[in-house]
């Protein structure tokens, strides 16, 4: 179920909204995952159960937008000095933060929803920040990978091993980075 | 929950796995997913719940269990006469297999297990594809990538592709073959 984009702050929709988004997080930081409920946020959030059926369609649904909201980027990637420092800096908190419980939970969440939707948002955050890093370092004048490249040479291999079992180390990580960083230059 | 592995085989626990497994699969064939439960299975499969629920733990744990045996191999990859043939026929059957409706399935079954014992069997049947293909080139004079940097350059971006909404078509996955195989040149 597609959920509504762009709404108008502060407007009922949007107000709405928060408060749900409000209510599942406070939730999953008081007990576990399986036994929060679609009841247990309509009645935290003080809305009726069939406004959040009506607007997400079904649980996984609401926690993947949830998950989503908190995988979203709160900043730009730190400015190390050099595309390459930028980027291996950010890929070692990306992978720190992925593999973390927290964040597996999110990708997990994000992943097991049907609709496609929200993963594709997922990893249009992860490809702005590397565009920001791209951009960057063409205005210091550097060599940078492809962005479609680096997702694939080093975002890809990180959530692979991540998901897959395999947490991917800062080492391993720097390497990654290394070896998309030649192929630019 | 560990599943336990090694049964012997015609034995009873082996006998009571298979039966569950066919139980699932005929399920799924004939059902929403979301409509299948332990009770219907274990009534398919003519054991009682507690003895599902003693082995697996819960629903999403045989799922994955089930999904896992689906996805092991039931042939070495095809011999296309060089190591670049080969992986680029492989890689492009196991795109197409797991972007599938039901690949789709049977990835997001594998992951969404708390335990993580399955995504990890199911990565390494992956790798067990590669290291066939890589002992045959070797056999053959040829060069070719490290293992694991195939798994990063050319497994990694499929799935993630795959997972994160943008299937990747032959051709891509041809330029990420080509690519791999370039660096061990």
Redesign the interface.
Known sequence: MAVKENLRPGGRSARVQASVHKAVRELLAEMNRAEVTIPSIAARAGVTPSTIYRRWGDLQELLADVAVERLRPDMPPIDAGSGKADLQAWAEQYAEEMSSGPGREMI?DV??AQA??N??K??EYTRQQIVLIAERAKARGEAFPDVDRA???V???I???I????VPDAARVRA?VA?AMD?AS
């Open positions: 997990r992943l097991a496609g939707a993963a594709c997922c990893c997702m694939d040479e975002v890809a291999p959530i692979y091993r998901l897959f079992g395999d990654l070896r192929s």
